[in-house]
């Protein structure tokens, strides 16, 4: 793990710096709160962790129509 101290304003620059793939960005800094900007292409999938995790354990999950079959009829 990279760990980089950056103050407010500052970014961090993600791939080749002369064509990155994104910026990251400390917009904001507010007593134990930071509020990061993200300037990525629209194709980059950027997640929170908590919304990563649910999305990987949703595609684990078997599928609601797979189990669903039809009443006999009788």
């Known amino acids: 793990m990279l760990v980089i ?3 407010e304003g500052e970014e961090v620059i993600i791939g080749d710096p002369a064509s990155p793939l994104g910026v990251v960005r400390v917009a904001v800094i507010k007593g134990d709160r930071v509020r990061l900007a993200f300037e990525f292409p629209r ?5 929170r962790r908590e919304v990563a995790e649910q999305i990987v354990a949703d595609e684990d999950a078997p599928s609601v129509a797979g189990q669903i079959r039809p009443a006999s009829e009788g």
């Open 5 to 7: 101290t950056r103050r």
């Open 43 to 47: 194709e980059v999938a950027v997640h």
